[in-house]
């Protein structure tokens, strides 16, 4: 009621004080067209001198959502003229202009909303993180409800045609800020991090987000490696909280149910008709709904990483060495030490492949990416002052690297291989100088055991590629690796290595008489191997056939979206030919991987990491919008 009276006060009272919006009598309903209240100066004067009336009537006004163009111009301009006096004692009259619907509202506004805030800041800095607060809060978009007989029918993310233009202004807002205070980067990391959306949120929710921050390096390349830590770290939870074996039976599941659906009847629909031509392709979305999400943020990040390193379409050097560097020291806290993720280092697979114009420099980028990061995953390998669990991993990547990177030339294969085996036979010999009995045990040896693994997975994928054009000098090659002393000393890697791996191995170099394992491997098969209780409980025991609890990180990519990208320069796996094969049938595979056909089991092993192939165990640019075709291919 008295909030009523005072209306109706300024009404009679305070006319002068009220603007007249010109529109159309007859409209309905009525536009509201009445400011109510003195001057922001006045209310201001008034609030400190105890009289609060007019000051709360200003917050209700700013609060309503209903305002229109002209009254937040005019209220910004009078705000900006008394902008000194909105220190620390006006927060919530503050907080409440921030919550004004700018963005996307008339050029007018959004010129004016920019200064006040221009203004705001470099009067008054304790207001900073507030304001980078609201503008974080536009970097998606808005959800909208439907309510039907009071129930919520939908809560889907509104897809806006306007948001490539209100993300525009959300930036230009960060950069005019930055002017006017050139500390804001160190305020505004924090704040990216609370506003990060869950990783449970949609995918255009996540991707809009990780577009607008990785934007922000752009004009503030001072986070940039900070802002990918952030972006990357989300997406590592992603990723192994989708473990391959999942997402291969979500896609099968989903291909079944598809076929289950399909007409049984010729010629009564025709389907090709009755898909959209802009509407989603079926055969990109992901079945599994983390795989999807983390798909499309995949596609962003590479997006960026290709437009970043690119300058009017041509490779820049310097750009590409910069982003190198930055992913490469992620790659150093978040993704090396992550046990059985799947997807996400495929970041710096895709930086590696980048080539530059011949005509531009004597040898490829990739090539000189390629063999910093395999010379960075070796010194991790060879270094005694690095956990054992990350000389082993960077083992792994080393060896699936080699192995799977169609850019990486053979000479550059060649030579990690003369590293690995020197490295391999000198430990050998440390052992054998030792005066001790070396026993097979993988707490004391487990680097050799994986340098081992990653020689034999090399050799396996490139070994053709090594003989292809002078069989002869192929064959020398291989001979000089002195393998035999390798696979007979006895720290005997042969029984660590993984059986599929080790089977191949040896099908391979008894085709070329490079050296004979069978009599090894038929020796450890008749020993028992390590065996421990099921975690179930009760009798029953279980066989540990991956006692490394190896991981190839650069096994068959399964996301969709971001595929196409790392599809041509991917190094399939290949059938062996009939000369090649293994006297078994252990060596039949049907599938790209010829790890696919022999899974190790590890359920149940007391005192291990969590292995890649247990599926029960889980853990946690300048554009406006994302392309449309990263959310919709």
């Not at 203004?119 to 207001?127: D, I, K, M, P």
């Not at 149910?257 to 399909?262: H, I, K, L, S």
């Not at 000369?579 to 005192?607: H, N, Y």
């Amino acid at each position: 009621i008295n909030f009523l009276v005072v209306r109706l006060k300024r009404i009679y009272h305070n006319s002068g004080n009220m603007e007249i919006d010109a529109r159309d009598f007859l409209n309905s309903p009525p536009v509201k067209t009445v400011r109510f209240g003195g001057s922001v100066a006045d209310t201001l004067a008034k609030h400190k001198q105890g009289d609060s009336s007019d000051y709360e009537l200003l917050k209700h006004q700013l609060a309503d959502p209903d305002i229109r163009d002209a009254q937040i111009i005019n209220w910004l301009q009078e705000f900006r003229n008394s902008v000194t006096q909105l220190t620390k004692d006006h927060e919530q009259l503050i907080y409440t202009i921030l919550r004004l619907p700018w963005v996307g509202r008339s050029p007018a506004v959004v010129e004016e909303y920019m200064a006040f805030l221009g203004n705001l800041v470099s009067a008054q800095t304790v207001y900073l993180c507030a304001c980078l607060r609201m503008v974080v809060s536009h970097f998606t978009p808005k959800r909208v409800t439907i309510c039907e007989a009071g129930v919520d029918i939908s809560d889907s993310d509104d897809e806006d045609e306007n948001l490539p233009r209100n993300f525009d202004q959300c930036h230009q807002a960060l950069q005019l800020i930055t002017r006017y205070v050139p500390s804001t980067s160190r305020f505004l990391m924090p704040i990216l991090h609370e506003n990060f959306p869950f990783i449970q949120k949609s995918s255009r929710t996540l991707e809009c987000y990780v577009h607008n921050v990785l934007r922000v390096t752009v004009y503030m390349p001072s986070i940039r490696r900070d802002v990918l830590e952030l972006i990357i770290g989300k997406m590592l939870k992603l990723d192994v909280s989708a473990s391959r074996s999942d997402i291969e039976e979500a896609e099968e599941n989903a291909v079944q149910n598809q076929r289950a659906e399909e007409p049984t009847e010729e010629g009564l629909f025709d389907m090709d008709e009755d898909m959209s031509a802009d509407g989603p392709c079926r055969t990109t979305v992901m079945a599994h709904p983390v795989a999807d999400r983390l798909d499309t943020l995949m596609a962003v990040l590479m997006a960026y990483i290709k437009d970043f390193c690119h300058v009017n379409g041509s490779l820049s050097v310097e750009r590409t060495k910069d982003l190198y560097r930055d992913l490469l020291s992620v790659f150093d806290k978040l993704i090396l030490p992550t046990h059985a993720s799947c997807h996400v280092q495929y970041t710096l697979f895709y930086l590696c492949s980048f080539r530059m114009s011949p005509v531009c420099i004597v040898f490829p980028v990739s090539q000189a990416l390629a063999e910093a990061f395999l010379d960075h995953l070796w010194k991790i390998l060879q270094s005694p002052s690095q956990p054992a669990v990350l000389r082993q991993a960077a083992a792994g990547y080393l060896g699936s690297f080699l192995a799977r990177a169609k850019f990486i030339p053979v000479l550059t294969v060649r030579g990690c291989l003369d590293l690995l085996i020197s490295w391999t036979h000198r430990y050998i010999d440390s052992q054998d100088s030792s005066g001790r009995q070396a026993c097979c045990d993988i707490s004391l040896h487990g680097p050799f055991y994986t340098a081992c693994q990653a020689i034999f997975y090399t050799l396996i994928f490139r070994h053709r590629a090594m003989l292809e054009g002078n069989m002869k000098k192929g064959l020398e090659y291989l001979q000089s690796l002195n393998l035999e002393r390798l696979v007979m000393c006895q720290l005997n890697p042969l029984k660590v290595c993984l059986p599929a791996v080790t089977s191949m191995f040896a099908a391979i170099t008894r085709t070329y008489q490079v050296v004979f394992c069978y009599t090894i491997i038929e020796r450890n098969n008749r020993h028992v191997l390590p065996v421990v209780r099921s975690s179930a409980g009760g009798d029953s025991v279980t066989t540990n056939t991956n006692p490394l609890d190896s991981f190839f990180p650069f096994d068959p990519y399964l996301l969709r979206r971001s595929g196409h990208l790392i599809e041509p320069l991917y190094q399939v796996w290949e059938e062996l030919s009939d000369a090649e094969q293994l006297p078994t049938k252990t060596g039949q595979q049907d599938e790209d991987d010829f790890l696919c056909g022999e899974t190790p089991q590890t359920e149940g092993i007391v005192g291990m990491t969590p292995s890649s192939y247990d599926s029960s165990l889980r853990s946690p640019s300048g554009m406006g919008s994302p392309p449309i075709g990263f959310q919709r291919p």
